[in-house]
Protein backbone atom coordinates (compact mmCIF):
# COMPACT_ATOMS: atom_id res chain seq x y z
CA UNK A 1 0.00 0.00 0.00
CA UNK A 2 1.18 3.10 -0.73
CA UNK A 3 2.21 5.36 2.55
CA UNK A 4 1.59 8.71 2.51
CA UNK A 5 2.37 11.23 5.04
CA UNK A 6 0.77 14.89 5.52
CA UNK A 7 3.40 16.98 6.99
CA UNK A 8 1.78 20.11 9.20
CA UNK A 9 -1.47 18.84 9.34
CA UNK A 10 -3.58 22.05 10.14
CA UNK A 11 -6.59 23.13 8.34
CA UNK A 12 -5.84 21.97 4.65
CA UNK A 13 -3.50 19.38 5.67
CA UNK A 14 -6.21 18.02 8.22
CA UNK A 15 -8.25 18.10 5.27
CA UNK A 16 -6.23 16.42 2.68
CA UNK A 17 -5.28 13.87 5.25
CA UNK A 18 -8.89 13.41 6.20
CA UNK A 19 -9.98 12.61 2.60
CA UNK A 20 -7.25 10.33 2.04
CA UNK A 21 -8.04 8.41 5.46
CA UNK A 22 -11.17 8.15 4.80
CA UNK A 23 -10.88 6.45 1.83
CA UNK A 24 -8.15 4.22 2.80
CA UNK A 25 -6.48 3.79 -0.15
CA UNK A 26 -3.32 4.32 1.07
CA UNK A 27 -1.56 4.21 4.42
CA UNK A 28 -1.71 8.11 5.64
CA UNK A 29 -0.11 9.63 8.86
CA UNK A 30 0.24 12.75 9.72
CA UNK A 31 2.61 14.83 11.49
CA UNK A 32 1.17 17.57 13.83
CA UNK A 33 1.76 19.19 17.26
CA UNK A 34 0.52 21.10 20.21
CA UNK A 35 -2.94 20.39 21.23
CA UNK A 36 -3.98 19.13 17.80
CA UNK A 37 -2.12 16.25 17.97
CA UNK A 38 -2.70 15.54 21.41
CA UNK A 39 -6.88 15.40 20.15
CA UNK A 40 -6.40 13.18 17.10
CA UNK A 41 -4.10 10.77 19.38
CA UNK A 42 -7.23 10.85 21.59
CA UNK A 43 -10.39 11.06 19.56
CA UNK A 44 -9.00 10.94 15.89
CA UNK A 45 -9.50 13.56 13.04
CA UNK A 46 -12.48 15.14 12.69
CA UNK A 47 -13.70 16.64 9.56
CA UNK A 48 -16.58 18.33 8.78
CA UNK A 49 -17.92 18.83 5.47
CA UNK A 50 -21.31 19.78 3.16
CA UNK A 51 -23.11 18.71 6.05
CA UNK A 52 -21.39 16.14 6.31
CA UNK A 53 -19.17 14.81 9.29
CA UNK A 54 -16.57 11.83 9.73
CA UNK A 55 -13.52 10.92 11.96
CA UNK A 56 -10.63 8.54 10.70
CA UNK A 57 -7.89 7.45 12.91
CA UNK A 58 -4.58 7.87 10.72
CA UNK A 59 -1.53 7.50 12.36
CA UNK A 60 -0.33 11.02 13.96
CA UNK A 61 2.98 11.99 15.63
CA UNK A 62 5.24 14.75 15.92
CA UNK A 63 7.95 12.91 15.39
CA UNK A 64 8.87 12.17 11.99
CA UNK A 65 11.13 9.49 12.80
CA UNK A 66 8.86 7.10 14.17
CA UNK A 67 7.06 7.30 10.85
CA UNK A 68 9.83 6.08 8.52
CA UNK A 69 10.34 7.08 4.48
CA UNK A 70 7.59 7.32 2.32
CA UNK A 71 6.17 7.33 -0.60
CA UNK A 72 4.71 10.77 -0.84
CA UNK A 73 4.91 13.52 1.75
CA UNK A 74 2.62 16.45 0.95
CA UNK A 75 3.93 19.58 2.74
CA UNK A 76 1.37 21.70 3.53
CA UNK A 77 3.46 24.16 6.60
CA UNK A 78 3.17 27.94 5.10
CA UNK A 79 5.99 28.87 2.60
CA UNK A 80 7.26 31.01 4.80
CA UNK A 81 8.28 28.09 7.31
CA UNK A 82 9.47 25.36 4.94
CA UNK A 83 13.25 26.25 6.18
CA UNK A 84 12.99 25.99 9.55
CA UNK A 85 12.07 22.35 9.15
CA UNK A 86 14.19 20.56 6.85
CA UNK A 87 15.47 19.00 9.09
CA UNK A 88 12.24 17.01 10.63
CA UNK A 89 11.47 16.16 7.05
CA UNK A 90 14.74 14.38 6.37
CA UNK A 91 13.47 10.81 8.17
CA UNK A 92 10.85 11.08 6.01
CA UNK A 93 12.39 10.54 2.38
CA UNK A 94 13.41 7.34 1.05
CA UNK A 95 15.57 7.29 -2.41
CA UNK A 96 12.81 7.40 -4.47
CA UNK A 97 10.40 9.49 -2.21
CA UNK A 98 8.15 12.60 -3.99
CA UNK A 99 6.92 15.59 -2.25
CA UNK A 100 3.96 17.41 -2.97
CA UNK A 101 4.40 21.04 -1.52
CA UNK A 102 0.61 22.16 -1.29
CA UNK A 103 1.33 25.84 -0.47
CA UNK A 104 0.42 29.34 -1.04
CA UNK A 105 2.83 31.27 -3.29
CA UNK A 106 5.41 31.38 -6.19
CA UNK A 107 6.44 27.95 -5.34
CA UNK A 108 11.01 27.71 -4.59
CA UNK A 109 10.98 24.72 -7.42
CA UNK A 110 9.58 27.27 -9.61
CA UNK A 111 12.36 27.32 -12.13
CA UNK A 112 13.44 24.14 -11.99
CA UNK A 113 13.40 23.13 -15.72
CA UNK A 114 11.23 25.79 -16.58
CA UNK A 115 13.35 26.48 -19.63
CA UNK A 116 14.54 29.38 -20.78
CA UNK A 117 17.06 31.80 -19.27
CA UNK A 118 16.21 31.83 -16.01
CA UNK A 119 15.98 27.96 -15.90
CA UNK A 120 17.74 26.81 -12.44
CA UNK A 121 16.87 30.48 -11.14
CA UNK A 122 17.11 30.12 -7.45
CA UNK A 123 14.55 32.58 -5.99
CA UNK A 124 15.95 34.25 -2.72
CA UNK A 125 12.42 35.67 -1.20
CA UNK A 126 11.17 31.94 -0.71
CA UNK A 127 14.53 30.00 -0.75
CA UNK A 128 16.62 32.25 1.13
CA UNK A 129 20.53 30.79 0.16
CA UNK A 130 19.28 28.04 -1.62
CA UNK A 131 19.10 25.89 1.38
CA UNK A 132 15.32 23.81 0.32
CA UNK A 133 16.78 23.39 -2.99
CA UNK A 134 20.07 21.72 -1.68
CA UNK A 135 18.59 19.83 1.36
CA UNK A 136 15.42 18.60 -0.01
CA UNK A 137 16.01 18.49 -4.29
CA UNK A 138 13.94 19.81 -6.84
CA UNK A 139 13.65 16.27 -8.65
CA UNK A 140 11.85 15.73 -5.73
CA UNK A 141 9.06 18.09 -6.02
CA UNK A 142 5.14 18.23 -7.16
CA UNK A 143 3.95 21.45 -7.80
CA UNK A 144 -0.06 21.89 -6.94
CA UNK A 145 -2.52 24.48 -6.36
CA UNK A 146 -4.35 24.72 -3.45
CA UNK A 147 -8.28 26.16 -4.02
CA UNK A 148 -9.71 25.28 -0.99
CA UNK A 149 -10.48 26.79 2.30
CA UNK A 150 -10.92 25.36 5.78
CA UNK A 151 -9.82 26.31 9.72
CA UNK A 152 -9.13 24.35 12.71
CA UNK A 153 -12.34 24.63 14.34
CA UNK A 154 -10.91 23.00 18.09
CA UNK A 155 -7.90 20.76 18.27
CA UNK A 156 -9.00 17.74 16.12
CA UNK A 157 -11.31 19.15 14.01
CA UNK A 158 -11.28 20.68 10.39
CA UNK A 159 -14.20 22.71 9.14
CA UNK A 160 -13.90 22.82 5.24
CA UNK A 161 -15.44 25.91 4.05
CA UNK A 162 -15.52 25.83 0.63
CA UNK A 163 -13.26 24.46 -2.78
CA UNK A 164 -12.41 21.27 -3.96
CA UNK A 165 -9.84 21.92 -6.45
CA UNK A 166 -6.10 21.09 -6.12
CA UNK A 167 -4.67 20.35 -9.30
CA UNK A 168 -0.79 19.07 -9.19
CA UNK A 169 1.76 19.08 -11.65
CA UNK A 170 5.23 18.04 -12.18
CA UNK A 171 7.96 21.62 -12.76
CA UNK A 172 8.28 19.79 -16.50
CA UNK A 173 5.06 19.39 -17.54
CA UNK A 174 5.71 15.51 -17.88
CA UNK A 175 2.52 13.44 -16.94
CA UNK A 176 5.11 10.82 -14.68
CA UNK A 177 3.56 7.39 -13.44
CA UNK A 178 4.37 9.30 -9.61
CA UNK A 179 2.12 12.48 -10.75
CA UNK A 180 -0.54 9.81 -12.01
CA UNK A 181 -0.95 7.73 -8.96
CA UNK A 182 -0.84 10.55 -6.48
CA UNK A 183 -3.37 11.69 -8.46
CA UNK A 184 -5.55 8.93 -8.94
CA UNK A 185 -5.65 8.53 -4.55
CA UNK A 186 -6.61 12.05 -4.19
CA UNK A 187 -9.18 11.85 -6.66
CA UNK A 188 -10.55 8.85 -5.43
CA UNK A 189 -10.57 10.88 -1.80
CA UNK A 190 -12.84 13.28 -2.96
CA UNK A 191 -10.15 16.00 -4.20
CA UNK A 192 -10.44 17.21 -7.93
CA UNK A 193 -6.28 16.64 -8.11
CA UNK A 194 -5.90 16.10 -12.30
CA UNK A 195 -2.40 16.35 -13.63
CA UNK A 196 -1.51 19.70 -15.28
CA UNK A 197 0.94 19.68 -18.51
CA UNK A 198 1.35 23.24 -16.66
CA UNK A 199 0.92 24.40 -13.60
CA UNK A 200 2.46 27.77 -13.71
CA UNK A 201 -0.40 29.36 -15.51
CA UNK A 202 -2.56 28.35 -12.38
CA UNK A 203 0.26 29.19 -9.91
CA UNK A 204 0.06 32.95 -11.04
CA UNK A 205 -4.07 32.60 -10.93
CA UNK A 206 -4.56 31.92 -7.52
CA UNK A 207 -1.36 34.26 -6.78
CA UNK A 208 -2.58 37.69 -8.44
CA UNK A 209 -5.47 37.56 -6.02
CA UNK A 210 -3.20 36.66 -3.09
CA UNK A 211 -0.40 38.98 -3.68
CA UNK A 212 -3.01 41.55 -3.95
CA UNK A 213 -6.20 41.01 -1.38
CA UNK A 214 -4.32 39.77 1.76
CA UNK A 215 -1.74 42.56 1.76
CA UNK A 216 -4.54 45.27 1.24
CA UNK A 217 -6.84 43.09 3.98
CA UNK A 218 -3.99 43.41 6.46
CA UNK A 219 -3.64 47.71 5.84
CA UNK A 220 -7.58 47.99 6.05
CA UNK A 221 -8.75 45.14 7.72
CA UNK A 222 -11.62 44.39 3.97
CA UNK A 223 -13.08 41.05 3.94
CA UNK A 224 -12.77 39.84 0.23
CA UNK A 225 -15.98 41.55 -0.65
CA UNK A 226 -15.27 44.83 0.75
CA UNK A 227 -12.20 45.12 -0.81
CA UNK A 228 -13.47 44.03 -4.23
CA UNK A 229 -16.34 46.53 -4.48
CA UNK A 230 -15.40 49.51 -2.24
CA UNK A 231 -13.60 52.05 -5.09
CA UNK A 232 -10.94 52.85 -3.34
CA UNK A 233 -9.35 49.52 -2.62
CA UNK A 234 -10.71 48.09 -5.90
CA UNK A 235 -8.14 50.63 -7.01
CA UNK A 236 -5.44 50.01 -5.53
CA UNK A 237 -5.67 46.33 -6.21
CA UNK A 238 -6.05 46.66 -9.95
CA UNK A 239 -2.87 48.43 -10.04
CA UNK A 240 -0.90 45.84 -8.55
CA UNK A 241 -2.54 43.11 -10.18
CA UNK A 242 -1.72 45.04 -13.70
CA UNK A 243 2.06 45.61 -12.57
CA UNK A 244 2.29 41.43 -11.48
CA UNK A 245 0.47 40.71 -14.64
CA UNK A 246 3.74 42.06 -16.41
CA UNK A 247 5.95 40.30 -14.75
CA UNK A 248 4.37 37.39 -15.82
CA UNK A 249 3.85 38.03 -18.89
CA UNK A 250 7.52 38.32 -18.59
CA UNK A 251 8.33 34.85 -17.42
CA UNK A 252 5.60 33.30 -20.15
CA UNK A 253 2.80 32.92 -17.86
CA UNK A 254 -0.53 33.25 -20.18
CA UNK A 255 -3.51 34.63 -17.87
CA UNK A 256 -7.06 32.94 -18.52
CA UNK A 257 -9.14 35.83 -17.21
CA UNK A 258 -8.52 39.46 -16.91
CA UNK A 259 -8.16 41.66 -13.89
CA UNK A 260 -11.71 42.28 -13.10
CA UNK A 261 -12.62 38.89 -13.57
CA UNK A 262 -9.75 37.91 -10.70
CA UNK A 263 -11.77 40.39 -8.93
CA UNK A 264 -15.16 39.13 -9.23
CA UNK A 265 -13.56 35.65 -8.22
CA UNK A 266 -12.40 36.95 -4.97
CA UNK A 267 -15.77 39.36 -4.48
CA UNK A 268 -17.79 35.65 -4.99
CA UNK A 269 -15.86 34.46 -1.89
CA UNK A 270 -18.08 36.95 -0.10
CA UNK A 271 -17.43 38.06 3.60
CA UNK A 272 -14.07 36.40 4.13
CA UNK A 273 -11.01 37.22 5.89
CA UNK A 274 -7.63 36.55 4.22
CA UNK A 275 -5.52 34.04 6.11
CA UNK A 276 -2.73 37.00 5.89
CA UNK A 277 -5.10 39.27 7.78
CA UNK A 278 -6.17 36.38 10.82
CA UNK A 279 -1.97 35.74 11.29
CA UNK A 280 -1.28 39.54 11.46
CA UNK A 281 -3.61 39.37 13.81
CA UNK A 282 -2.83 36.36 15.85
CA UNK A 283 0.56 37.50 15.98
CA UNK A 284 2.20 34.74 13.76
CA UNK A 285 4.52 35.21 10.58
CA UNK A 286 2.78 35.56 7.45
CA UNK A 287 3.36 35.01 3.54
CA UNK A 288 4.26 38.01 2.64
CA UNK A 289 7.51 37.16 1.01
CA UNK A 290 5.90 34.39 -0.74
CA UNK A 291 2.98 35.88 -1.75
CA UNK A 292 4.16 39.41 -2.85
CA UNK A 293 7.87 39.84 -2.25
CA UNK A 294 8.77 37.31 -4.52
CA UNK A 295 7.00 38.94 -7.50
CA UNK A 296 8.92 42.03 -6.48
CA UNK A 297 12.07 40.12 -6.82
CA UNK A 298 10.79 38.78 -10.12
CA UNK A 299 10.25 41.97 -11.47
CA UNK A 300 13.70 43.43 -10.45
CA UNK A 301 14.87 39.93 -12.43
CA UNK A 302 13.13 40.90 -15.79
CA UNK A 303 13.36 44.94 -15.33
CA UNK A 304 9.59 45.79 -14.83
CA UNK A 305 8.79 48.48 -12.39
CA UNK A 306 6.45 48.10 -9.68
CA UNK A 307 5.63 51.18 -7.67
CA UNK A 308 2.67 49.71 -6.61
CA UNK A 309 3.45 46.48 -5.63
CA UNK A 310 6.57 48.00 -3.84
CA UNK A 311 4.50 50.92 -1.79
CA UNK A 312 1.64 47.68 -0.75
CA UNK A 313 4.92 45.67 0.70
CA UNK A 314 6.65 48.26 2.49
CA UNK A 315 3.51 49.42 4.34
CA UNK A 316 2.47 45.33 4.86
CA UNK A 317 5.80 45.06 6.00
CA UNK A 318 5.16 47.62 8.85
CA UNK A 319 2.22 46.34 9.76
CA UNK A 320 2.77 42.89 9.95
CA UNK A 321 5.79 42.91 12.43
CA UNK A 322 5.59 40.20 15.13
Not at 33 to 53: D, F, S, V, Y
Not at 212 to 238: E, H, M, Y
Request: hydrophobic letters at 40%; aromatic letters at 6%; proline letters at 5%.
Amino acid sequence: MTKICVFGAGAIGGYIGARLAHKAESEVSLVARGPHLAAMEANGLILKQGGETFTVHPRVSSDPKTLGSQDYVIVTVKAHALTGVLDQLQPLLGKDTTILFAQNGLPWWYFYKHGGPYDGRRIESVDPGGKIWERLGPERALGSVVWQAAELESPGVIAHAYGDRLPIAEPSGEKTPRAMLLSKLLMSAGLKSPVRGNLRDEIWLKLWGNLSFNPVSVLTQGTLLQLATDKGTRKVIRGMMQEARLVGEALGVKFSVDVDERIAMAEKVGSHRTSMLQDVEAGRPTELDSLLGVVIELAQMVGIATPTLNLVYDLTKFRSRT
